[in-house]
């Protein structure tokens, strides 16, 4: 199995020689602007994709299905739309399947529980992004568990450690889990992505699980970066169970 970050959520998984790009932020620096809810002016994403036109279209004619989990422009965004091919598999939520195939997608795959993709699969999850008005403001947003024979990884999505991420862990015990780091904050209430100090907690409670650690240093609500948080799971002595890969680069497990 493979785990290969593009950038923020975006992160092509190969699993049993299947290829899944989930939540494709596909366009260049600064397309899609300023988030609301903050006083950071700067157009997202931050930071260009790492592969030139030529490289990402040779990834995107290499993929088998796309993997979505939920809306916001940093998951789905309107380069994405455009460059996608119309006939791939989109995998995502109940919740959001009519509007992706009201963008002329044409096999949209709604996911209510399980869901099996060849020899790959796929369970539906739980999070919040964020608690309280915040959370609110945010909306509902889902992770999603691979699970193969002999592979299993599970995709947290934009969730803060919560008791639907702990339960799922229990209950799969996955042997990677994937979750969105940064602490992005807003004007309104707390972090709504995990903070270094929730993955320490992940590592502690489930010392056999390796975190892999993405949505970092690409949008403009992120306070901590990978610097920040490399230093603090070495601190909390939980840094050889962490992976914290940098864009463009691939894992294998």
């Known amino acids: 199995m493979e785990v290969q970050l ?6 092509l998984l190969d699993i049993k020689n299947i290829k899944f790009l989930i939540d494709p932020m596909l366009g260049k620096k600064s397309s899609f602007g ?7 002016n700067r157009p997202n994403p931050l930071v260009d994709l790492p592969f030139d036109t030529k490289e990402l279209d040779n990834y995107l004619a290499s993929i088998d299905a796309v993997v979505v989990t939920h809306l ?10 455009e460059r996608l091919d119309k ?11 009519e509007t992706i195939a009201n963008y002329g997608f044409k096999n949209v795959i ?3 529980r399980n ?14 992004h964020g608690k309280g008005e915040i959370e609110e403001k945010m909306g509902t947003v889902n992770g999603f568990m691979f699970s193969s024979q002999d592979e299993q990884i599970y995709f947290a999505g934009d969730t803060v450690l919560c008791e639907e991420v702990i339960n ?8 990677i889990v994937v979750v969105a780091g940064g602490a992005a904050t807003f004007e309104i209430g707390a972090p709504v992505t995990m903070s270094a100090n929730e993955i320490v907690k992940i590592c502690k409670l489930f010392p056999k699980t390796q975190v892999v650690i993405t949505h970092l240093e690409s949008i403009s609500p992120c306070i901590e970066n990978r610097t920040t948080i490399s230093k603090i799971i ?11 890969p940098n864009d463009g680069e691939g894992i294998q497990f």
């Open 234 to 244: 070495k601190r909390e002595g939980v840094h050889l169970q962490c992976v914290i």
């Open 72 to 81: 916001h422009p940093d998951h789905w965004d309107k380069a994405a739309i």
């Open 168 to 175: 799922t862990l229990k209950l799969y015990k996955p042997e």
């Open 110 to 112: 709604e996911v209510f």
């Open 6 to 11: 593009w950038r923020n959520a975006t992160v």
């Open 87 to 97: 006939n791939l598999p989109i995998i995502c939520p109940i919740a959001i399947a």
């Open 34 to 40: 300023i988030f609301p809810w903050t006083q950071d």
């Open 115 to 128: 869901l099996n993709f060849n020899e790959v699969t796929i369970s539906l999850t739980s999070g919040l």
